[in-house]
């Protein structure tokens, strides 16, 4: 099969790789939309230690199934899928809990970090467990189904997040998760979001899909101003989808007392937090990783319409063009968001 791997650090090939092997409970897809990550752009030049080549890497897709292990039964060749990036054991505590995000055993499509290797779908085929596999609906696309991986991350957030019908909720960062969680914690039932970034164009789109206000990260009265929209107290709530010291001290300045802060952004692995502020105004904090099977949840969610995700693809494109956008994404290139890829 036609394959595009990262042979080493800052360097994708296209080459022919056999075609993947079925084992009894996998299901084979052949590859239709595969989204490029800001993960696989972080680890194309080695920087995470979760991209150690040679590694196929590609986690948010979808496609057609081609083949399935003779103990299948829930799937067929011919069915239309998307399937969770996370490969779960469905046998640990917190798997038999329904927090399969948790896993003790828990694999990533498309990551090689020494422990494992688990190749991913920017490839022709790819390989996974049944348990993992969800059917679509004839009339969402492949290259949107690419994106439930993405718009579980925000949608779990939203869930993770204890939202009263009405609250104010800042979501601190608007990249493409970012606008995904503002989607997600309108559909949750809040009334005012106010979307905070350096970037003026992603806050107009953030205005577009549903914040109903926008202010510039460098505003020097942004505080205020988040105050003068919230009843002078602060906001309810406040998501934070960066994952650095300053957006998240942003995030908690921007709370009122006894407000929830949801961290999804991970950014860096270590932030200063000013616990004075935490504590003795009574803060929640909450960490939310992936998602834990509200891949059912998403696919409503976009049939409906509530979510959107059209607007946040700049470019769709064959595999063999990978190369190429991946060297324009990893340079910064500020006119491409989300690229998918088309490896049929």
Avoid: W
Wanted: charged share 20%.
């Amino acid at each position: 099969m036609k394959a595009m791997l990262l042979s080493e650090y800052k360097h994708l090939e296209l080459t022919d790789m056999p075609k993947p092997e079925v084992g009894p409970r996998d299901v084979l897809i052949a590859v239709q939309a595969c989204g490029v990550c800001g993960s696989d752009i972080h680890g194309y030049d080695g920087s995470t230690g979760r991209r150690i080549p040679p590694l196929i890497m590609g986690h948010e897709a979808a496609g057609v199934i081609e083949e399935v292990g003779s103990e299948v039964r829930s799937f067929q060749a011919g069915q239309r899928v998307t399937f969770d990036s996370t490969v779960s054991c469905g046998n640990c505590q917190y798997c038999r809990a329904g927090r399969i995000n948790l896993c003790n055993n828990r694999k990533v499509l498309g990551v090689s970090c020494g422990e494992y290797r688990q190749h991913g779908a920017f490839a022709e085929y790819v390989v996974v467990p049944e348990h993992i596999v969800y059917e679509l609906p004839d009339d969402l696309p492949f290259e949107h189904a690419a994106m439930i991986e993405a718009v579980s991350v925000a949608v779990h957030a939203a869930n993770r997040t204890p939202v009263k019908l009405g609250q104010s909720c800042v979501v601190v960062g608007t990249g493409m998760i970012g606008l995904l969680c503002v989607q997600a914690m309108k559909k949750a039932g809040c009334g005012t979001i106010i979307a905070i970034d350096l970037d003026d164009s992603k806050l107009a789109l953030a205005k577009e899909l549903g914040a109903t206000h926008a202010i510039n990260g460098k505003a020097e009265d942004l505080i205020d101003q988040v105050k003068q929209l919230t009843g002078g107290e602060g906001a309810d709530i406040a998501v934070e989808v960066v994952g650095a010291t300053v957006t998240i001290q942003t995030a908690i300045n921007a709370l009122r007392k006894g407000g929830h802060l949801t961290l999804v952004g991970n950014l860096s692995p270590n932030i200063e937090l000013p616990l004075q502020s935490v504590v003795t105004r009574e803060l929640s904090v909450s960490g939310s990783c992936a998602s834990a099977g509200e891949y059912p949840e998403c696919i409503a969610l976009m049939t409906s319409g509530d979510i959107q995700v059209e607007p946040l693809i700049s470019l769709k494109a064959p595999l063999e063009d990978g190369p190429a956008l991946f060297e324009r994404l990893y340079s910064g290139d500020s006119g491409l968001m989300k690229v998918i890829l088309q490896p049929q």
